[in-house]
């Protein structure tokens, strides 16, 4: 875990660098500026997701919230900057990548929420953890997807990044997955000689 953080750390700060030293923010509105380096520190955010989760469960889920206010700056931003052009990217008339932003948010929202409401929902553990994980890792797939389609500020170096931190929001998810189920305990099937313990004596 600790090297899965360390890694979000430094493609975290490469997004920054890349983000801060492009043409594309050269002269360009604060807001732009804002909205960019926002989302940058979202995807950052989100390839750790999985990789908090394991241990850390407290910093996993102030991630989780510190990641959707970010994205909820980054479209605001967006939406300052040019509010028509922005309404109609979340449109069902907006472009691909638009839409897969605007999926990736609601599916932010409803992850935090399942985050949340966890013990008021009262599920089993498998259970919670096939929703609240499975959509908060295509929360995170659509999100770099549709940054990296999107021209601007992370093209160049900027996708390598992005599609860095993919890897490791999915390898993460991948990884929880299989150490669940190698942690899980084996439960013998009932009526067999395991489960009813050892036959009775008989007298001598």
């Not at 990296?148 to 996708?159: F, K, P, R």
Request: avoid cysteine.
């Amino acid at each position: 875990m600790r090297v899965a953080v360390i890694a979000a750390g430094v493609l975290g700060l490469a997004g920054l660098v890349v983000a801060t030293t492009s043409p594309h923010l050269a002269g360009a509105p604060i807001v732009l500026a804002v909205s960019t380096l926002t989302a940058t520190v979202a995807v950052v955010g989100l390839a750790v997701q999985p990789w908090l989760a394991r241990r850390r469960v407290r910093a996993h889920a102030a991630t989780g919230l510190a990641v959707l206010a970010l994205v909820v700056v980054h479209v605001v931003a967006l939406l300052v900057l040019s509010p028509d052009d922005a309404l109609f990217a979340m449109s069902p008339d907006g472009p691909t990548r638009a839409r897969m932003a605007l999926i990736s948010l609601v599916l932010l929202v409803v992850v935090v929420a399942l985050g949340l409401a966890r013990r008021r929902l009262g599920w089993s553990g498998p259970t919670f953890r096939l929703l609240h994980g499975g959509f908060a890792l295509l929360a995170a797939v659509l999100g770099v997807g549709h940054a990296v389609l999107t021209d601007g500020a992370l093209e160049g170096a900027g996708t390598v990044v992005l599609l860095a931190s993919g890897a490791l929001s999915v390898l993460g998810g991948v990884a929880a997955a299989i150490r669940r189920r190698r942690v899980r305990p084996a439960v013998p099937a009932s009526g067999t000689a395991s489960a009813a313990g050892p036959p009775p004596r008989g007298p001598r």
